[in-house]
Every structure is written in structure tokens, then in C-alpha cells.
Antibody
Framework: EVQLVESGGGLVQPGGSLRLSCAASGFGFSVYEMNWVRQAPGKGLEWVSY????????YYADSVKGRFTISRDNAKNSLYLQMNNLRAEDTGVYYC???????????WGQGTLVTVSS | SSELTQDPAVSVALGQTVRITCQGD??????ASWYQQKPGQAPLLVIF???SRPSGIPDRFSGSSSGNTASLTITGAQAEDEADYYCNSRDISGNHLGLFGTGTKVTVL
């Protein structure tokens, strides 16, 4: 069974940092592209970042570029999102999401809540 | 345009058919995937590619595309289909799946 389990969310003050993790199991993590997608409270889905299988190709949404860093450790079957200089508008549930060429995002974690507030 | 636009809300009588549309320039080049999201849950892939369903998705869900518009049709809507639905596509560069639609709330009456 494919499982993606996010962790690392919490309450942080504006300007602070958090590191999200996503533990993958039930599939060959190293051969899949991965994404982070977020959802502000009561709002729609927003793509945040993408990383290729090997980690050599990375993309970010303009809203997080220069503040967030995506990475992965294929030996540990883990995906990460380092979030710095957090703003109130970064508040939301962050999902780890597996991408397949044919179908797009075909698996999602349960999400981890990030709250940026003083 | 680098956006995907959906109607905010639609309603459908139980057992009837509803179509949800998604418009955007990138859809002229790339297929949309469709996701169902119920309150408090992660999104669930229901349609991808030209008109494919993942295992376990009922065949009352179908997809189509024409020009800059992708559509998701629920034929014979059930109470459990009440949810938010989002389309998703690659951005115009094709580099990543950076475009999500604005979302459509489907209410089953």
C-alpha cells in the first residue's frame, strides 16, 4: 500500500522557519517525482514545489521562491520542505504528493498543518 | 493565461448528471487531471489523461477535453459525490504540474 506521511507542521511566528518531512512507503520512492501542495484554510489547492527523481530538477511557485527549499533523501525514502521567513499567507495544510507521468499526482499524504501567527 | 478557472459551485439532483468545466490556455497542450476532495480529507484522483479512471473510481466519473476546456462529468450522481472538485494541469512550460483550478463545490440535492 502506498503511504505518504507528513510531519513537522506546527505554530510558528512570522519570519520563523519550519522543516516539513514526508515519509514514503509501499513503493519505489527513488523512481518517482514528488511535489508539495498546500491548501490555506477554506481555500483551494496551491502547488508549492516539485523535485525530480534524482533531485537534480527543482521548481517552485513564485510565492515561495527564495524562501522554501525542497529536497529528498532516496536512501531514507523521504521528502523535505525547508520553509524560511514564513508569512501569515503560508498558513495551511501542506500535502506531500507523488507524481506519475501519465496520471499526474496519483497519491497524497494526509497533510500537516502549518500556522504562521504571532 | 496561467490560470485554470472553474465555476465556484454547481448542484445536481440525486441520480442526475452534472458537468464541471475547467478553462485555461495550458489545456490546449496538456490533459487535465481531476481530484475530488471531501471535508477534512486529502484530494483523491478521479480522472486523468484523455479519460482514464484509477482503480476503484466508479465509472459514473468521466472526462473530456476540447480546446482550452476540460470537463468532468458525473453521470447518475450519488450522495457520496458531494465534494469539492479540482482540475490540475502542467503549466504552459510543461515543466511541472503547477496549475490547479479554482475548485468547484458540487452539491447533491
Amino acid at each position: 500500500e502506498v503511504q505518504l506521511v507528513e510531519s513537522g507542521g506546527g505554530l510558528v511566528q512570522p519570519g520563523g522557519s519550519l522543516r516539513l518531512s514526508c515519509a514514503a512507503s509501499g513503493f519505489g520512492f527513488s523512481v518517482y517525482e514528488m511535489n508539495w501542495v498546500r491548501q490555506a484554510p477554506g481555500k483551494g489547492l496551491e502547488w508549492v514545489s516539485y523535485i525530480s527523481e534524482s533531485g537534480t530538477t527543482i521548481y517552485y511557485a513564485d510565492s515561495v521562491k527564495g524562501r522554501f527549499t525542497i529536497s529528498r533523501d532516496n536512501a531514507k525514502n523521504s521528502l523535505y520542505l525547508q520553509m524560511n521567513n514564513l508569512r501569515a499567507e503560508d498558513t495551511g495544510v501542506y500535502y506531500c504528493a507523488r507524481e506519475v507521468v501519465v496520471s499526474g499526482i496519483d497519491a497524497w499524504g494526509q497533510g500537516t498543518l502549518v500556522t504562521v501567527s504571532s | 493565461s496561467s490560470e485554470l478557472t472553474q465555476d465556484p459551485a454547481v448542484s445536481v439532483a440525486l441520480g442526475q448528471t452534472v458537468r464541471i468545466t475547467c478553462q485555461g490556455d495550458s489545456l490546449r497542450s496538456y490533459f487535465a487531471s481531476w481530484y475530488q476532495q471531501k471535508p477534512g480529507q486529502a484530494p483523491l484522483l478521479v480522472i486523468f489523461g484523455q479519460n482514464s479512471r484509477p482503480s476503484g473510481i466508479p465509472d459514473r466519473f468521466s472526462g473530456s477535453s476540447s480546446g482550452n476546456t476540460a470537463s468532468l462529468t458525473i453521470t447518475g450522481a450519488q450522495a457520496e459525490d458531494e465534494a469539492d472538485y479540482y482540475c490540475n494541469s502542467r503549466d504552459i512550460s510543461g515543466n511541472h504540474l503547477g496549475l490547479f483550478g479554482t475548485g468547484t463545490k458540487v452539491t447533491v440535492l
